[in-house]
C-alpha cells in the first residue's frame, strides 16, 4: 500500500498512511457545500533531483482564492530545502488539478509525481500538462552524504515606524512603513553577502564587496580554514587567486552609502547557540520613531544525498522572504489590535512524530490567556494542514526543538531511548510493537541518591514520566522520591511516616502517581492483575494492542522487583513472544554501552520471569488531545 519506489521515485515509507489520515481528516471538515472529493487533494514535498518525496501537504478549497497567502504558509511551514515535486488526491486526475499550484514554485521542465488514493495506490507524473508513465530513469547520481545538521538561519529584524507626537500613536504612514521594511528586509540574504558561523564554530564577517564573492556554501563546505590560534585576530588567506585579509574583514564595519546591516548566523543551534552581533538595522529618518524588534528564523534539515548549499539556497532565497513578509503581515494585524502593546510575532520549530522534516510556526499567540483557543484553532489546523495525527500534542510550545533540547539539557546525563542501540530480538517471524517516543532511562543511585534495593519502582515511574514530559504532554518536573511519597500522603494511601521511608510502592500506586502528576490531561490507566509468570506470554496480544494504539511505556511489578516494558517482539500466530525490558536495579554510570552489553536494557523471553509468581501491570493510555 506504501511502496518505497514509486515509477523510479524514492517515496517515504510513512507518506501513504500519512496521507490516508489527511482523507479521514477532509471527511470531518466536509459540509453539506463542500464534497469530500472537492476537499481532499495537496501537494508532495521532497529534491527533484534525488527524485525523492518525504513529506505532504493538504490544500483546502479556499487556499485556491489566495493562492499567494498559501504558498506563504506552506514556504514558512515545511522544511525549506523541500519544494513541491508532486501532488496527490482521491485520484491520477484529481491530483494533477493541484499541479498548476505546485508548478508556480518549480516551473513547467520538471516531471511531477501523480499520486492517486484508491482503493489502490496509482502513480503517475506529468510533464506540462501531460500525464505518462515514468521511464524509470534513475535519477542523476550524487554523492550518499549523510546531513544530520540542522542549520538555522535566524536574524534579528528592526522595524521603525513613525509615530505622532501627541499621545505616542501611531501615524497613518506605519503599516506601509511596515510592508516597505519588510520588502527590503527579505531582499538581503544571498549566498555571497552574509555572517556566516559555520558549523566548526569559525566566525567570517562578510560587510562588503571586498570578500563578498566568499559564499555561504564554501563556509559550509568548510573551504574556509579555521582561525588561526591566538583567535585569528589577523592573518591572511588566499581566495580566488588574491589575498583576503581575515582581521581587516572582521573589523570592517557597514559600508557608509548602506541604509541597512546585515548579520545572520548559519548554526547547529545546540552546539553554539550564542548569535554574532550586530542585527539587522533600517536606519531610522529623522523625527519620532518607534522601534520594533523581531527574530526571523528558518530552520531546515538536508535530505541524505543532499548537500547543505543546495538547502541553504532554498533557505535564503525562497523561505527567508517569506518568513519575513508573515512576520510584518502578522505584526501589522497585531499593530490593529492593540497599538500599544502588540502580541509580537514569534517562530516555532517543531520535528513532530510521524512526519518527516522540520515544521516551523509563526504566531502571535505567545502565553497570553485569551491566546489559548486561538492557540488550539491554530494547531488543529496544522494538523489538518499536514494530515497528522489529531490525538497527538505535535505543535505544543512543549514540543519545539528548543524545548525538547531544554529538557534533554535537564535530564542531564540520563541515557535517551537506550533500546535504539539493540539488536534484533530474533523471534521468528515476530512483530514490533514499541514504546513512541522518547524516554529517559532513571535507575538506582542516581542524582546521587541511594536507592538500592527499594527504588525500582519509584524509577520505572519517573521513566513513564519522562516520556508524558518529552512527548509534549506536560511541562512538569519529573518527581523525585520524596515528591513521590509526599503525593501518596496528601492523596490519603500512605502514612504521614511513608514520607523519607524506603518503602516500596506498586503498579497501582504508579497508575494514581500519574494522574496526580499531571492533573489536567485526565489520565486513565489500564492494569492486568494476578497474572502468573508463567501467563504473561498469553498477554502477548493485549501488550501488542496497547503499544500499537497507545505507545506509552508499561510498568510491571511482581516478585519484589519493578521494570518497564518499552515493546514486544510478538508471532501471534505462533503466540512467540520477547519483551523488550528496562531495568531501573542497575546500579553504574550512564554509559550506553554497558547498559546494552550487560542486559540492563534488552530483549527478554518467558524465563526471564519467575513462573509461579504473579504480576501487576501498569498500561497508561494515551491522553486524546493535541
Not at 45 to 50: A, E, I, K, R
Request: hydrophobic share 40%; net charge neutral.
Amino acid at each position: 500500500d506504501h511502496p518505497h519506489m514509486a515509477s523510479g521515485w524514492e517515496v517515504d515509507p510513512g507518506l501513504v498512511p500519512g496521507l490516508r489520515r489527511a482523507v479521514a481528516a477532509a471527511t470531518d471538515d466536509t459540509t453539506k457545500d463542500t464534497p469530500a472529493a472537492v476537499a481532499v487533494g495537496g501537494l508532495l514535498f521532497g529534491s527533484l533531483t534525488l527524485l525523492k518525496v518525504v513529506a505532504w501537504a493538504r490544500v483546502f478549497p479556499e487556499d485556491e482564492d489566495d493562492v499567494e497567502a498559501f504558498e506563504r504558509e506552506l514556504y514558512t511551514t515545511i522544511n525549506p530545502g523541500l519544494v513541491p515535486v508532486g501532488c496527490w488526491g482521491a485520484s491520477v486526475s484529481q491530483a494533477a488539478a493541484y499541479s498548476t499550484i505546485a508548478r508556480r514554485r518549480v516551473g513547467d521542465k520538471h516531471r511531477l509525481l501523480l499520486c492517486g488514493l484508491g482503493e489502490t495506490v496509482e502513480w503517475s507524473t506529468a510533464l506540462l500538462d501531460s500525464v505518462t508513465s515514468l521511464d524509470g530513469t534513475p535519477p542523476t547520481e550524487v554523492e550518499a552524504v549523510f546531513s544530520p545538521a540542522l542549520y538555522t538561519l535566524t536574524t534579528p529584524l528592526v522595524f521603525t515606524v513613525a509615530q505622532s507626537v501627541d499621545g505616542g500613536k501611531l501615524d497613518e504612514s506605519w503599516e506601509s512603513a511596515i510592508r516597505a521594511q519588510a520588502g527590503d528586509l527579505a531582499s538581503i540574504p544571498t549566498l555571497a553577502s552574509a555572517h556566516v558561523l559555520c558549523p566548526s564554530g569559525h566566525l567570517l564577517r562578510i560587510d562588503g564587496a571586498p570578500v563578498a564573492t566568499v559564499s555561504c556554501a564554501e563556509a559550509i563546505a568548510g573551504v574556509l580554514p579555521s582561525p588561526r590560534s591566538g583567535g585569528g585576530a589577523g592573518g591572511k588567506r588566499k581566495k580566488g587567486g588574491r589575498q583576503v585579509d581575515d582581521g581587516a574583514a572582521a573589523a570592517a564595519g557597514p559600508a557608509e552609502d548602506h541604509p541597512v546591516a546585515l548579520s545572520f548566523a548559519l548554526q547547529q543551534p545546540q552546539s553554539n547557540p550564542k548569535l554574532p552581533p550586530p542585527a539587522i538595522a533600517i536606519v531610522p529618518a529623522s523625527g519620532a520613531r518607534r522601534t520594533i524588534r523581531l527574530v526571523a528564523s528558518v530552520s531546515a534539515r538536508p535530505l541524505v544525498g543532499e548537500s547543505a548549499a543546495a538547502v541553504l539556497d532554498s533557505v535564503a532565497g525562497v523561505a527567508y522572504p517569506h518568513t519575513v513578509r508573515a512576520m510584518a503581515n502578522l505584526l501589522i494585524a497585531a499593530l490593529r489590535a492593540s497599538p500599544s502593546s502588540p502580541a509580537l510575532p514569534e517562530m516555532t520549530h517543531f520535528e513532530p512524530l510521524g512526519y518527516p522534516t522540520v515544521v516551523s510556526t509563526i504566531s502571535t499567540l505567545g502565553g497570553r490567556a485569551e491566546g489559548v483557543s486561538a492557540a488550539t484553532a491554530h494547531r488543529a489546523h496544522l494538523h489538518r494542514r499536514l494530515g497528522v495525527p489529531a490525538e497527538r500534542p505535535l505543535f505544543r510550545p512543549a514540543m519545539s526543538l528548543s524545548a525538547q533540547a531544554a529538557r534533554f539539557a535537564a535530564g542531564g546525563e540520563r541515557l535517551c531511548n537506550p533500546h535504539t542501540a539493540l539488536k534484533p530480538s530474533g523471534v521468528p517471524g515476530g512483530t514490533l510493537y514499541m514504546t513512541e517516543g522518547n524516554y529517559l532511562y532513571y535507575h538506582y543511585m542516581q542524582d546521587r541518591f541511594d536507592d538500592n534495593g527499594w527504588g525500582c519502582a519509584y524509577r520505572s515511574f519517573q521513566t513513564i514520566v519522562s516520556w508524558f514530559v518529552l512527548q509534549g504532554y506536560s511541562d512538569v518536573d519529573v518527581p523525585d522520591h520524596r515528591t513521590i511519597q509526599q503525593l501518596c500522603v496528601k492523596n490519603d494511601v500512605r502514612k504521614k511516616d511513608f514520607v523519607g521511608s524506603k518503602e516500596w510502592i506498586g503498579s497501582l500506586e504508579v497508575g494514581w502517581l500519574l494522574q496526580w502528576t499531571f492533573p489536567d490531561l485526565e489520565l486513565d490507566n489500564k492494569y492486568m492483575t494476578s497474572v502468573q509468570g508463567a501467563d504473561l506470554a498469553s498477554k502477548g496480544r493485549e501488550l501488542a494492542r496497547h503499544f500499537q494504539n497507545n505507545g506509552t511505556p508499561v510498568m510491571i511489578g511482581g516478585n519484589n522487583l519493578a521494570h518497564t516494558i518499552l515493546g514486544v517482539d510478538y508471532n501471534e500466530r505462533t503466540g512467540d513472544i520477547k519483551w523488550l525490558v528496562l531495568d531501573p536495579h542497575y546500579t553504574g554510570s550512564d554509559n550506553l554501552q554497558t547498559v546494552v552489553d550487560k542486559g540492563w536494557c534488552g530483549w527478554k523471553g518467558p524465563d526471564f520471569w519467575k513462573k509461579n509468581v504473579p504480576y501487576n501491570l501498569c498500561l497508561p493510555l494515551r491522553p486524546k488531545i493535541f
